[in-house]
């Protein structure tokens, strides 16, 4: 299991950007072994999947069809830090957003689910979650 140490969550207006990050508080937890995603949970609604990344030399990236193109998820295995950039921020993405890691597990062309495979995330590790408010 590896903790996780959300930072990055605040107040923004529409238009605005915002980048999260993830980083863990265990000396002996290396992203590089994991496979990392971003999901996130508005009130009354069910938790989903926005991004996350694969543990290939690319580290090939998948989204949410409705953060596509304004979110960006990245991470740096030296610093134990995952990152979600987000831009163009729109009243919609108010969310408390979390990060989710996994044990890896090859799948035959790839190590980690991508985003529309990733369901709720139950059985994943989680971190204690950032909020995030999107206001006109």
């Known amino acids: 299991h590896v903790d996780l140490v959300e930072s990055g969550g605040g107040s923004v207006q529409v238009g605005g950007s915002l980048r999260l990050s993830c980083t863990t508080s265990r000396y002996d937890a290396a992203y590089s072994r994991f496979c990392m995603a971003w999901f996130r949970q508005a009130p009354g609604k069910e938790r989903e999947a926005v991004a996350a990344?694969?543990?290939?030399?690319?580290?090939?990236?998948t989204y949410a069809d409705s953060v596509k193109g304004r979110f960006t998820i990245s991470k740096d295995n030296r610093k134990n830090t995952l990152y979600l950039q987000m831009n163009s921020l729109k009243p919609e993405d108010t969310a408390t957003y979390y990060c989710?890691?996994?044990?890896?597990?090859?799948?035959?062309?790839?190590?980690?689910?991508?985003?529309?495979?990733?369901?709720?995330?139950?059985?994943?590790?989680w971190g204690q979650g950032t909020q995030v408010t999107v206001s006109s």
């Open positions: 990344i694969d543990l290939d030399q690319a580290a090939s990236t």
């Open positions: 989710v890691a996994d044990y890896a597990q090859w799948k035959g062309n790839r190590w980690c689910a991508p985003v529309a495979e990733l369901g709720s995330g139950a059985g994943k590790t």
